[in-house]
């Protein structure tokens, strides 16, 4: 699932007694930006981003033989280069084929590919014919069971290993009911193994999932929303509580050095309507993992495990920063930039830190209307395809040494110098965002 499935909740799910797990969908093109890099701290296989240093995909040896990737593609060609990449680093690779998003349909991927066969059987049977380890894919029905028998038919010839399918057709939504009867027929007339997806509204424990897989006559199940709401779902011995789920699932995070953004969005969905509690409206204020943690009384936990890294050389985005990201000519083509008077700063912007309401201009530009100040006024510079800008507020400037990936991250970086001189944010903050290494 989407920003759902990263590493903490894949392992969580694993913990609990899943069999297999997925991926969230990982599109091609942006795959293919990044390069493969084993993390000698965390002990994992990162995927970076080349352009901006982001993890795309980050796995560990616990996984290694049950995780899938799962690829949202249209193109053969683009998705056997990603999964040669990671063809000895996860188990499977699938491709979704029943994602009904705009995003998908208009890019020919998700569940545009269910009507374009012959490309999809294409793809199918490119990576079958190239790959070394299994080759699945994930859809959703047609109108009817014949129909979805055709087309799974034809799917199951390129050579693929198991089918995941979703019960509801194209433009049915969630609330709709699943058709466990369609999954069944396919699964009764065809040699593959079918996993049934689809169950989550009728699944709240483990003997539910029983249940579905029985209804839909399946060899296994796949859960997503009920297992994203509370992931012990897994657990035949009985489900665990919301809190207990929430500790070990920030454990893991933490462990993970998963980003505060994708942590809170995961906790958020467990939490859901509890939210508006008054715990629940703290934990929304939160902007760091240790923020988060202290809630769950795992602050002590945190700071430990975030120095111990710290002291083994954690950098955050600074260690995956790609050499790429240090224009060659820097030094020269800095020579027209006049530095002289200007408070300079080493800080990385990362987006994922923060929402749409505090980024750092943000706090910047609500800190000078509060006292009466002109707005800052910014100055980029590019150098090759990076950037990097200079802020003027009150007569003095600030930058950051930090080459951006584009204008908008560079204005932000020098946002932050700015709020740092200003006492507005702390080094010690910052660190904590990985916006700066010590
Ligand atoms: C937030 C969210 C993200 C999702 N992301 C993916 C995805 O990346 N790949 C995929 O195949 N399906 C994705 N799905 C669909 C689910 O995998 C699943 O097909 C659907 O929720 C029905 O199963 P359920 O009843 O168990 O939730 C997503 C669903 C949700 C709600």
Not at 113 to 139: F, G
Not at 219 to 243: P, Y
Not at 309 to 327: N, S, T
Not at 366 to 383: I, L, S
């Amino acid at each position: 699932m989407v920003r759902i499935g990263t590493l903490p909740m894949r392992l969580l799910a694993l913990r609990f007694g899943a069999d297999i797990v997925y991926s969230e969908e990982l599109i091609d093109w942006k795959f293919l930006r990044s390069k493969r890099r084993y993390n000698e701290i965390l002990h994992t296989v990162d995927f970076v981003d080349q352009t901006d240093g982001t993890i795309v995909f980050r796995t560990s040896e616990e996984e290694k033989e049950k995780v899938v990737l799962q690829l949202g593609t249209c193109s053969p060609d683009r998705a056997l280069k990603v999964a040669k990449l990671v063809e000895k680093d996860v188990a499977a690779i699938d491709i979704n084929m029943g994602c009904p998003k705009e995003f998908s349909i208009k890019g020919g991927m998700g569940v545009a590919l269910m009507q374009n066969l012959d490309k999809a059987c294409c793809i199918l049977k490119t990576l079958v014919d190239n790959l070394s380890i299994p080759v699945t894919c994930k859809i959703r029905i047609l109108d009817t069971k014949e129909k979805t028998l055709e087309v799974v038919q034809k799917l199951a010839q390129t050579g693929i290993k198991a089918i995941a399918i979703h019960g509801r057709t194209r433009d049915e939504r969630p609330q709709h009911a699943v058709h466990h009867d369609i999954i069944k027929y396919v699964s009764q007339n065809i040699s593959i193994p079918v996993i049934a997806n689809g169950g989550s509204k009728e699944i709240e424990k483990y003997a539910d999932i029983l249940k579905f897989k029985e209804m839909t006559g399946c060899k296994s199940v796949m859960i997503a929303r009920a297992a994203e709401w509370n992931c012990s779902i897994f657990r035949k011995e009985g489900m665990l509580d919301m809190d207990q789920v929430i500790r070990e699932y920030l454990k893991l995070a933490v462990l993970f050095d998963n980003s505060p953004s994708n942590t809170k969005y995961c906790v958020q969905n467990i939490l859901r309507e509890l939210q508006e509690t008054p715990r629940g409206r703290k934990f929304l204020d939160c902007q760091t993992l240790e923020q988060i943690c202290e809630i769950w009384d795992l602050g002590d936990y945190c700071r430990n495990k975030q120095s111990e890294y710290q002291k083994l050389g954690i950098q955050g985005r600074w260690q995956v920063c790609p050499d790429e990201l240090e224009p060659p000519n820097k030094k020269a083509k800095c020579g027209d930039i006049n530095l002289n008077d200007v408070f300079q700063m080493k800080v990385c912007f990362i987006r994922a830190n923060y929402n749409d309401l505090n980024l750092p201009k943000s706090q910047l530009h609500a800190w000078v209307g509060k006292n009466g100040y002109k707005v800052p006024t910014y100055e980029t510079h590019q150098v090759e395809k990076l950037f990097r800008s200079i802020l003027t507020l009150n007569g003095k400037k600030y930058t950051s040494t930090f080459w951006e990936k584009n204008k908008k991250f560079a204005e932000q970086g020098a946002a932050l110098v700015a709020l740092y001189h200003l006492g507005l944010i702390t080094e010690e903050e910052l660190i904590k965002l990985g916006s700066i290494i010590k």
